[in-house]
């Protein structure tokens, strides 16, 4: 992951954060955080499935969980980021930005 463990501490203290696991067992399979005002804006991002796990679909499902989580907050935007997960975010229903020159990163 490549941060301390203070600063994913840190992260983890300001999201909303969401945990998978086995069933019947206290074995985690899955992890990601939501940056979020509960209101407007949803992040999805630090999203791990165990490479063990990889490939059954826990990655969808963990995905379609925390969407349906935010619903009835009412955010207007959930936008996740990846480098390779592209085709799990697709099954539940991301596209890819309509704009993307209107956004911008620093750093």
């Not at 945990?19 to 949803?42: I, K, M, N, P």
């Not at 992040?43 to 796990?53: A, E």
């Not at 995905?63 to 907050?73: G, K, W």
Request: net charge neutral; glycine share 12%.
């Amino acid at each position: 992951m490549g941060r301390s463990r203070e600063l994913q501490d840190r992260a983890v203290a300001g999201s909303l954060n969401f945990g998978l696991y086995e069933a019947g067992s206290r074995r985690q399979a899955g992890y990601a955080r939501v940056v979020t005002d509960h209101a407007t804006f949803a992040w999805l991002c630090d999203v791990y499935i165990c490479r063990d796990d990889r490939g059954k679909g826990l990655g969808t499902a963990l995905v379609e969980a925390v969407a349906d989580h935010l619903a009835p907050c009412g955010p207007s935007r959930l936008t996740p980021a990846t480098k390779d997960a592209h085709g799990v975010y697709e099954k539940v229903g991301f596209r890819p930005l309509a704009s993307p020159e209107q956004w911008m990163t620093s750093g």
